[in-house]
């Protein structure tokens, strides 16, 4: 149960995220919380994956705005 709860206080979006707005979500099944690896969008009360626009068929407890990917210099 401290994973999951960790895990969703990472994705601290409240409510739906603004029309439009490429977003990280967090989704949980039977076997447990994880990210899904691309993109998704929240249009019409449904989730969609931002790229392909077909739903996302998951169980979407959380979401984020993406955050910044940075390459480490050696």
């Keep these: 149960m401290a994973t999951r709860d960790r ?3 990472e994705f ?4 739906e995220p603004p029309p439009g707005l490429a977003v990280e ?3 949980e099944d039977h076997s447990g919380t994880y990210q899904l690896p691309f993109a998704c969008r929240y ?4 989730w969609q994956n931002h790229a392909a626009g077909v739903a996302v ?3 979407v407890i959380g979401w984020r705005v ?3 990917k940075h ?3 050696a």
């Design 57 to 59: 068929e998951a169980t």
């Design 71 to 73: 390459s480490g210099v």
């Design 12 to 15: 601290d979006g409240a409510g």
């Design 7 to 9: 895990r969703l206080a």
């Design 25 to 27: 979500v967090l989704c």
């Design 66 to 68: 993406p955050r910044m």
């Design 43 to 46: 249009i019409e009360g449904r």
